[in-house]
C-alpha cells in the first residue's frame, strides 16, 4: 500500500502551468529518483506532497485513505520529512533549538537534552565523525555542516518516525565523502522500511541509489522506470535535453581590461573583465557570486555623487526584492535608470522619457498595450524585460547580472540571450551570474566559485557542465 | 581552542559600556557608592527594563512597536485610577488591553501588515484612551504596588534587585524555554517555523500577549515609583526601549535578541542619563548628549561585528 498516494494533480501560477496532471504512488522500501530539468515541476511536486501547496485539481491520499484536507501538519504526523533545497533552518538559533521547532512532540521540561540526544543520535548515524556541535548557532556553521543538520534532523526520531524523506538536491553543497555517507543512509532507511524521494542533478547518485527513476518534463511525467532499466545517457535522453540553438559564440577580439578585482588570497584567481566579454560566474547557488557582483558594483560606483556616466549598472535576480517598483508604471520602471539623460536643467523631459521607454519597448519586445500599465500588470518574464531595459538604457559600458533569468520562460531567455550577443559585440562587458550551466556556455569566459572564491577560469569550448560541476565540486567528478 | 561565542561578545558590550558609566559617576561622586546613592541612581530601573524586555519580544519577531509609550502611558493612567478604586474592573480593563495586543499580532501576521504602521496608530488610540482614563495629571498608587516598590531589601537597592530578578525571568522564558524558542524562530525563518507545522499567526499572537504583558508590568510598577500618573508619563518609552534592545546586543530583523542584553541596554540608558547630570551638561543638551553617547556604543558595537566576521573568515 502506497504511503502517499498523488492523483492527477494540477498545480497554476497565474499563466504558468507548474503541474499538468501528474500521479504518483510512493511506497514503503522504496527510494524514488525525481529528476527533470529546472521548471519541469520537481519542486512543486514535493511541495504537494510536503502539504505546503494546495491542490487546484487532484487527489491525495495516504496508506490507501483519501485525506480531503492535506496540509503540512497532516503531512508531518505521517512522518513526511522535507530537507529543502535552499536551506531551511533558523540561523539564529543553536541546533538544539532548531531541532525543538522541528519536532513538536518534544516539549516540556528537560526538552534541552532530550533534543540534543535526538539529533546528536542522527548526526553520529549518518555521518559518522561529524565533530558538529549541537550547542552551536545555525548561523555560524558552514554551509556543508548546516546541509548535514538538516539531512540529520529529517533523518530523526522524536515520536513520530520518518517515513518518507524528501531529499531536494541535498548533496549540492556535500563534498564527495559525506555525499556517500548520506547514500548509504538512504540505503540504509529503505531497507528498513522507510521510504525516499532523492531529487538530484548529479545522476550518478540517482542510478545509484533509486529504485525506480521518475523523469519529469514540463510539469508532466514523461518516464517512470525501475532505476535498473535506465543508463545514463538513457537518463539524459528522457529528459530530452532540448537540442539547444546555441547563440554562436562571436570571438570578439578581446579588448582592454575593464574591470579587475584582486584576489583576496594569494595563488587564486584574478578577475578581469575585458570591454565586449561575456563572462559567467559559474559555481552553486550561495558560493559567492552574488557578492563579488556587489563587490564589482561598489568598486565602481560612488556611494556620495551620482555620475552622469555611470561605469556599471545593475539587474537584479530577485525581481520583487530589489529589481522592480512595484506600484509604479512600466514606463517609469524602464526610465529610473536613465533619468538624467532624460532630463534637462534638474527637470524630466516627459517627451524624451516617452520616447526612450517606446524605443525600449520595441527593442527588447516588452509585451504591454500601454507603458503607462503598472509594471505588476507584465507577467514575470516581461517583467525582466524591463530591468534589462533599464540596465541597458544608460550608457554604463558593464552589465552586471544576478542570476536575471530565475523564472523566465523559454522564448524570453532566447530573446534575451540575442540582445546580450548583440550589445556585447557592440562593445559592452556582461558579467553573468547564472545557476543555469547552459546560460555559462553561452559565455565567453567563465569563473567557477567554490566557498566564496573563484576556483577555477573556463574558457570558450572548455565550458561544459562537466567542466564546471567538476570545478564546483571539489576533485568530484560528477 | 573554543573563542568565546558570537553571543557573549555581544553581551560584553552592554557590561562594559554600563560599568564605564557607573565607574564614571563613581569617580565625580564618590558618595554615589552608597546603598542610597545606589537606590536613587537606579530608581526607575525596573520600568525602563520591562519596557525594554517588552519591546525585545516584539523585536524578536521581526516587527516594532512604536506605541510601547504610550501603551505604558495608558496603563500608568489605569493603574493610578480603576486599579485603586475597583481593582477587578481595572485588572479587567488591563487583561482586555493585553488581548488587545494579541490580536494585532494576530492581525500583523494575517494579513502581512508592517508592525511600524499599525502600532504607529495605535500610538494614537492608546494616548488618547489614557486622556480619557485621566485628563488631568493625579492618581494615586495602589497600596501593594508602592509598598513593592519602596521595599529596602538588604542586599542591594530595589532597583538593581528588581532588574536581576527580571533579567533571570526574561531569559528563561525567551531565551530557555521551548514558547522563546518558537518566538525567536519566527523572527530567524518564519517558512521554517510553518515548515515544521506551527501557526506562525498563534505565534505572533503570543509574542505580542508576552510583550503586552511586559509592558503592563512596566507601567504598573512606573506609577509604584512616581505615586501618580499623567497621560504623557511614559512617551519617552518607545525610543528608549528600542534603544534599549539595540545596545543590549538584539538587531531589528533576524531573531537576534538577548534578555540579559536588553536589561543591562535598559540601564546603560538609564545612567546617561545621571551620567550627564553630574558631568553638569544642561538639561538643554542633555537628550543631545545622550545621543551622542548612544551613538558612540553603537559604533563600537558595529567594531565588534566586523571582528567577529573577520574572525569567522580566519
Known sequence: MPVIDVTDARVRFGEVVALDGVSLQIRLGECIGLVGHNGAGKSTLVNIINGGLTLQKGQIAGDGELIPTYGIKVARARGLRCVFQELSLCPNLSIIENTRLMHRTLGGWGWRSRARSVISHSLDQIFPGHRIDPT???????IAERQMVEIAMAFSDAGIAPRLVILDEPTSSLDAGLAAQLLTQVRRFIA?????????????????????????????????????????SGLVEAMGSVPREQAARTRAAAGDAVLTLKAPRQGRHDFVARKGEVIGLAGLGGHGQTDMLLALFDLKSPQWLPRRDPAVTFVAGDRRLNGVFDLWSILRNTTIASLQDLSGRGLLNDRAEARSAADWKDRIGIRTPDMHNKILSLSGGNQQKVLFARALGTRAPVILMDDPMRGVDVGTKQEVYAIIRAEAAAGRTFVWYSTETEEMQ????????????????????????????????????? | ??????????????????????IGIFV??????????????????????????????????????????????????????????????????????????????????????????????????????????????????????????????????????????????????????????????????????ARAGWSVLWARGAAYATAATFAVAAGITLVGLMTSADANIALRYTLLSIAGVILGGGEFIGGRVSAIGAVFGALTLLLAGSFLTFLKVSPDWQIGAQGLILILILALRLLLARLERNGLRA
Open chain 1, 136 to 142: 552551536a548557532q545555525v548561523g555560524t556553521l558552514a
Open chain 1, 192 to 232: 528498513a522500511g522507510g521510504a525516499v524521494v532523492l531529487i538530484s542533478h548529479i545522476l550518478q547518485e540517482i542510478l545509484s541509489v533509486s529504485t525506480r527513476i521518475v523523469v519529469m518534463k514540463d510539469g508532466r511525467i514523461v518516464a517512470e522506470r525501475p532505476a535498473s532499466a535506465f543508463t545514463h
Open chain 1, 442 to 478: 553561452l559565455c565567453d569566459r567563465v569563473y567557477v566559485f567554490r566557498e566564496g572564491l573563484i576556483v577555477a577560469e573556463l574558457t570558450g569550448d572548455a565550458i561544459t557542465e562537466n567542466a564546471i560541476l567538476r570545478a564546483s565540486f571539489r576533485d568530484e567528478a560528477a
Open chain 2, 1 to 22: 581552542m573554543r573563542r568565546p561565542s558570537s553571543e557573549a561578545l555581544r553581551l560584553a558590550l552592554p557590561i562594559m559600556a554600563l560599568a564605564a558609566l557607573l
Open chain 2, 28 to 193: 565625580m561622586r564618590p558618595n554615589v557608592m552608597s546603598y542610597n546613592g545606589l537606590h536613587l541612581l537606579f530608581k526607575l530601573g525596573i520600568p525602563i527594563a520591562l519596557a525594554t524586555l517588552a519591546q525585545m519580544v516584539i523585536m524578536s519577531v521581526n516587527d516594532l512597536d512604536l506605541s510601547m509609550g504610550s501603551f505604558i502611558s495608558f496603563v500608568a493612567c489605569v493603574t493610578a485610577t480603576w486599579l485603586v478604586d475597583a481593582p477587578v474592573i481595572g485588572a479587567l480593563i488591563l487583561l482586555v488591553a493585553i488581548a488587545t495586543y494579541a490580536l494585532l499580532g494576530m492581525v500583523i501576521a494575517y494579513r502581512g501588515l508592517p508592525s511600524i504602521v499599525v502600532t504607529l496608530g495605535m500610538s494614537f488610540v492608546w494616548a488618547g484612551l489614557a486622556v480619557l482614563v485621566l485628563p488631568t495629571p493625579g492618581g494615586t498608587a495602589p497600596a501593594w504596588v508602592t509598598a513593592i516598590m519602596s521595599a529596602r531589601p538588604a542586599a542591594m537597592p530595589m532597583g538593581i534587585a528588581g532588574s536581576i530578578l527580571i533579567a533571570v525571568l526574561a531569559h528563561i522564558l525567551i531565551m530557555r524555554s521551548s514558547f522563546g524558542v518558537l518566538i525567536r524562530g519566527v523572527g530567524g525563518n518564519e517558512r521554517s517555523v
